[in-house]
C-alpha cells in the first residue's frame, strides 16, 4: 500500500486513517497549517509517515513564505520547522526529517532552486523509507519461522510509513515466502489502530488475522497461543530502551515472563543518537477526552476525568533483538547502535 500518501501539484494528499477501515476519505494539505493540523489531529499517524509528511509540510511553508515576499530566510525556516516539530513529540523520525530538510535548505544558494530542491528532499525521503521497508522486513522475515504465531501491538504497517511497514512489513514478507502464520493483533485503544488499520492491513493481504482486546497479552503469553511479538518504535535511545504505543511495555514484560523473543522493527531513522536511555524521551500525553469517546460517542460519566498517554517505554533487557534495513541488531545493543548511529 502506497496510495496512502501523494504529492501533487504543489500539494499533499494524505489518507484520513480515522475514517479507516468504514471508508476512504482523502485530506488536501495545500498550507503548513493543514499539515500541522492533519499531524496533531491523528489524520495521520506513525513515525515514519509523521516524519515524511513533516518534509513536506516544510515544502509547503517554504512555498507559502516565496509567494508572500518572494523568499524563504533562515528565520522562516526555522519558524516552519519549529511549528512542526511542535507537533508530536515522541517520535524522533519527526526531527530527523526536518533535519535533513534545513541541511537541504542551508546548502541551496539561490532562492529559486530553494523550492524545488526541498520537494526532491522530501520525496526522496518518502521512497527511501518505502525501500528501508523492504529491506527491513527481509532481514525481519528470518526471524519469523513457519507455523508462528506472533501477537502485534498498535499498527506498524504500511499506513505507520512511507509504505510496506515494519513490524507488520516483517509479516508481509514472511508471508509472501510462502510461510503460514497467524497474527494476533490488540485493539490498541483508545484509537483502535490495531483494530482498525492493522487487521484491515493484513486482511487485505490474506494473512490470517484474529483481533482480541488490549488486556489478553499476559494470556496469550502464559497459555503458549503466541510464540513470537513483534512491535515498531517511535524513538529508541543508543542502551536500546524503546518508546511505542501505550501498552506495549506491559506486553514485553508477559512475554519476557513466559520467555517469548520480544522483536522491535524500525528504521535507522527512529534511533535517537543523542540521548542515552529511554529516561529522556519526551512521552506525549493527549487530551483525557480521546479516552472517553470511541467516533464521537461517549463511553463513560461524561464529566469523569480521564488521562491518556501516547507512548510508553520499554526497557532494553526485555528485547531481543532490533530488526532495521541494516541487518539484525544483537546484544550488546549500545555498541552496534553507535555504530549504525555513527
Not at 526541498?118 to 518518502?126: C, F, G, K, S
Not at 493481504?205 to 512491535?231: F, M, Q, S, T, Y
Not at 519476557?256 to 524521551?281: C, K, L, M, T
Not at 532494553?316 to 552496534?336: D, H, L, Q, V
Request: with cysteine; glycine share 8%; charged share 25%.
Amino acid at each position: 500500500m502506497t496510495d496512502h500518501i501523494y504529492w501533487k501539484e504543489g500539494s499533499l494528499y494524505v489518507l484520513d486513517q480515522r475514517a479507516l477501515p468504514f471508508k476512504k476519505v482523502y485530506i488536501q494539505c495545500r498550507t503548513l497549517a493543514d499539515v500541522i493540523k492533519a499531524i496533531k489531529n491523528m489524520t495521520i499517524r506513525g513515525a515514519p509517515l509523521i516524519g515524511i509528511v513533516a518534509a513536506y509540510g516544510v515544502v509547503l511553508g517554504a512555498g507559502e513564505a516565496l509567494q508572500s515576499k518572494g523568499r524563504c530566510t533562515e528565520a522562516d525556516m526555522g519558524r516552519i520547522c519549529a511549528r512542526l516539530k511542535a507537533t508530536r513529540p515522541t517520535a524522533v523520525n519527526l526531527a530527523w526529517a526536518l533535519d535533513r530538510m534545513k541541511d537541504v535548505y542551508k546548502r541551496c544558494i539561490h532562492d529559486a532552486d530553494r523550492l524545488d530542491m526541498l520537494t526532491d528532499e522530501a520525496i526522496a525521503i518518502h521512497v527511501e523509507d518505502i525501500q528501508n521497508n523492504r529491506m527491513l522486513s527481509l532481514y525481519g522475515a528470518e526471524l519469523i519461522a513457519d507455523g508462528d504465531t506472533i501477537l502485534t501491538h498498535c499498527n506498524a504497517g504500511a499506513l505507520a510509513t512511507g509504505g510496506y511497514g515494519t513490524a507488520l512489513g516483517v509479516l508481509r514478507a514472511a508471508h509472501e515466502a510462502g510461510k503460514r502464520i497467524k497474527v494476533i493483533a490488540t485493539e490498541t485503544r483508545p484509537y483502535l489502530q490495531g483494530a482498525r488499520l492493522t487487521v484491515w492491513e493484513l486482511w487485505q493481504d490474506g494473512i490470517d488475522v484474529e483481533l482480541v482486546p488490549d488486556n489478553h497479552a499476559g494470556l496469550l503469553c502464559r497459555k503458549g497461543i503466541v510464540n513470537k511479538v513483534i512491535v515498531g518504535a517511535d524513538r529508541i535511545a543508543l542502551n536500546g530502551d524503546t518508546a511505542n504505543k501505550i501498552g506495549t511495555y506491559m506486553i514485553a514484560l508477559c512475554a519476557h515472563q513466559s520467555q517469548i523473543p520480544f522483536f522491535v522493527a524500525a528504521p535507522v531513522s527512529s534511533f535517537d543518537r543523542h540521548i542515552e536511555n529511554g529516561s529522556y524521551i519526551e512521552i506525549e500525553e493527549r487530551d483525557g477526552k480521546e479516552v472517553k469517546y470511541v467516533q464521537g460517542k461517549i463511553l463513560t460519566v461524561k464529566d469523569v476525568k480521564a488521562r491518556y498517554y501516547s507512548f510508553d517505554v520499554t526497557p532494553a533487557r526485555y528485547i531481543s533483538n532490533f530488526i532495521t534495513e541494516k541487518g539484525i541488531i544483537e546484544r550488546p545493543f549500545r555498541k552496534y547502535i553507535r555504530m549504525l548511529c555513527s
